[in-house]
């Protein structure tokens, strides 16, 4: 089963961003498979899993077709895969371990694709499977949403909103769903949504706004604004801060690993975040040479904006920003409790069939925090185009990339992501709170935009985004299967024909540059190709070219690179940028029991005031805390194991005499966070 921890990693990592390094639980190891059966529209199917087994289900279609369905699984939690005619799979579904597992896929190919159902773990128990649609993939682009958003669309879900604009018309605009359960509100094209992190770009432009008024220089030193901020040597500028490249800790990700659970609501005090930057005792990098998403840097950039105009941030926004924008239904909710008139509650799902509400985050405002509809965003869409308000001046740092001082570029400018889709130029940003999901897109090329909105944690608003762009505008992108990397008379590349085993020089283990013991492990089970990040499961990728891969469950993808001599030596990880990874020549660290032994004891973190519990338990080493689930921690490299969140990776430090004295805790934004040993 999994944990409470491990359901809630997945939605702290995307925590006000696209997800990054979310992936999926795996398919289990399966011994056995039960006699095929075919699925139809609206017929239940019921029966019971035991351990190491496959239900097979099959169905014949032609290509372009569309297909939804939902697995309930009664009492066992599982794993759905989607295997093609030619015996890929090319979707694979595990989400919640109880209630509804939807699964939903489009045929390419003309054939008979399988849908898999197999326990998660080992598990054993009851589910029923149901096929809900089954129908040609539209053609019409508002028909073709109407699909994308089928599972997520009814009177008893939580809901959504989507809008597109071309040229300052509004092509499409409809909603999903409920804004609340509870009172059977639906969703409208008028609900005020939690837009998350795509908040982000609202406070940069205040900042650059102040800049152009002459009130600031985003290359000041942050401490000219809160002096109360420790000077860790280098200066620290608000270009840092809104570029994600500051070097402070990230204080969600901090707060987590004191055993603040804030899935479940737990308060976060807006002081709290500059006494997060107060205490830890240096910074994670040098500014500006690394780029690490850091919802501390904007949440301290709203201090700026309230110290220097002495007003509170959200009067000021609403002055200055969103009423010359006409944005008239655009809110700052600058705690939980504070009442948004015509909201949508969020929602996540339970492990009992339902639906539960989902509280937002605490000191969020700068980060996050915004709540607005899809027609005053697409004001905003529009003032990006026109800069009425503001100045093309202002608009032009936003989307101009930021380069580090290495000379690296990244895909991020000031509060937006630049990069190109299908060869179209794209400016974003996404945002997910506890429950809520935002994506607001532009493509300044052809002037159009898709805004896209949810109160349900599970809503695929990347997928749902892009999808919509495609089917709008995909005639004015590159055709899907065209790389750069292939030459105008050379054949596409047909997954259907790589050959399994030239994957075996690729398996192994490569470590995260920007983040010592992170690990991406690669391994192969047949012609069915995995990778498994440090704390996460498995999931499946599969090849796009000879050296490169794509995963299926999240959008992201793996290159791996040779050296003079043809080897494999490392590989870059495509998600949110490009991650350099080395490749590890070492085996995996196997430690005795008694090596085991050496590590258990109590750790106090001055820096977080908590103190953790090193334990054995059934000859495993867990991570103790009185308010988490019990960790379990996987060997990694000696002294050196990783986790599940909070933790990624845990790594032990020795004194001159070898005795074990402290150990380092990290979580990809917040690193090396120190616990001392209490003396026996």
Partial sequence: MKTKNSIFCKMMIITFIIPFLVFSQPLAKQTAEEQPRTLEVGKILRDSLVRSTIHPYLLELDAAWFIYGIVDQI????????????????????????????????????????????????????????????????????????????????????????????????????????????????????????????????????????????????????????????????????????????????????????????????????????????????????????????????????????????????????????????????????????????????????KDHSYRIGRDLSASTGAGGIYTTVGDLAKWIRNLSTAKVGGKDIIKKMTTRCVLTGGDTTNYGLGLFIDKHRGLKRIYHGGADIAHRSMLVYYPEIDAAVITQSNFASFPVNDVTWKTAEAFWGDAMQPKNKRKSQAKKSEPFNPDNYNAEHFDEFAGRYELEEMPGFILSFSREGDIFYTQATGQSKTEIVPTSDSTFKLLVVEAGITFHRNSENQIVSLTLHQNGDHPAKRLQEEQWKPSQDELSAYTGRYFSEELQTVYTIALKDSHLVVQHRRMDDLEMTPVKKDTFSGDYPIAELAFMRDDKGEIIAFTVSNIRTRSVQFTRFKK
């Fill in 75 to 350: 009492s066992v939690d599982v794993s759905i895969k989607i295997v093609n005619p030619n015996g890929k799979t090319i979707r694979s579904f595990d989400g919640p371990p109880r209630g509804s597992e939807l699964f939903y896929f489009e045929s390419e190919d003309a054939g008979v694709y399988r849908i898999e159902i197999s326990p998660f773990k080992e598990e054993t128990g009851l589910y029923s499977i149901e096929l809900k649609t089954l129908e040609a993939i539209a053609t019409d682009p508002g028909k073709r949403i109407d699909q994308l958003v089928v599972p997520y669309t009814g009177e008893n879900k939580p809901g959504a909103a989507i809008a597109v604009i071309k040229n300052d018309k509004t092509l499409f605009s409809k909603a999903y769903g409920m804004a609340s359960l509870t009172f059977s509100i639906p969703f409208s094209t008028e609900t005020l949504n939690n837009i998350g992190s795509t908040s982000k770009q609202f406070t940069a432009f205040a900042i650059l706004l102040l800049e152009k008024r002459g009130k600031l220089c985003i290359d000041d030193d942050v401490r000219d604004y809160i002096p109360e901020l420790p000077d860790f040597g280098q200066t620290v500028t608000l270009r840092h801060l809104m570029t994600h490249t500051s070097g402070y800790r990230e204080f969600l990700n901090l707060i987590a690993l004191e055993g603040r659970n804030l899935g479940e609501g737990d308060y976060i005090g807006k002081d709290e975040v500059i006494r997060v930057v107060q205490n830890q005792p240096e910074l994670q990098n040098a500014p500006g040479t690394e780029w690490n998403y850091n919802n501390t840097g904007y949440s301290l950039l709203s201090r700026v904006v309230e110290r220097i105009t002495e007003k509170p941030f959200a009067e000021w926004m609403t002055e200055t920003v969103f009423k010359p924008l006409q944005m008239t239904n655009t809110v700052i909710r600058t705690n939980p409790w504070q009442i948004v008139p015509n909201s949508a509650q969020g929602y996540m799902t339970t």
